[in-house]
């Protein structure tokens, strides 16, 4: 059976963002994340992101080349960099068709 983590491309990066206590937003620091989100698109490293609409805090998606380059992305967030915003980082394999759902389909 062929370890499916040995293919990089069935793996991405989870970025969960949760507010810190006694921080918010202003719209300064919501455009220079939209701008780094834009930057990340362009870059081809964003797959996917967006707010929770039933708990505060929301993901991003991203493809990078292992786990040190996803966190170097993650802490390069103007959340993240201003402290208004933490994050906790997942490395996360896809099942799929495409690798035989983990090679257990």
């Given at each position: 059976?062929?370890?499916?983590?040995?293919?990089?491309?069935?793996?991405?990066?989870?970025?969960?963002?949760?507010?810190?206590?006694?921080?918010?937003?202003?719209?300064?620091?919501?455009?220079?994340?939209?701008?780094?989100?834009?930057?990340?698109?362009?870059?081809?490293?964003?797959?996917?992101?967006?707010?929770?609409?039933?708990?505060?805090?929301?993901?991003?998606?991203?493809?990078?080349?292992?786990?040190?380059?996803?966190?170097?992305l993650a802490e390069r967030d103007p959340f993240v960099k201003s402290g208004t915003e933490n994050?906790?980082?997942?490395?996360?394999e896809i099942s799929c068709e495409a690798n035989n759902h983990l090679g257990m389909g």
């Amino acid at each position: 059976m062929e370890n499916s983590t040995e293919n990089q491309s069935f793996v991405k990066y989870v970025i969960l963002l949760s507010m810190n206590p006694g921080r918010s937003f202003n719209e300064e620091l919501i455009r220079s994340h939209v701008a780094y989100l834009r930057e990340l698109q362009s870059m081809g490293k964003l797959v996917m992101c967006g707010p929770f609409v039933d708990v505060p805090g929301g993901m991003l998606i991203i493809q990078a080349a292992d786990l040190e380059e996803a966190k170097a992305l993650a802490e390069r967030d103007p959340f993240v960099k201003s402290g208004t915003e933490n994050y906790e980082l997942r490395a996360w394999e896809i099942s799929c068709e495409a690798n035989n759902h983990l090679g257990m389909g």
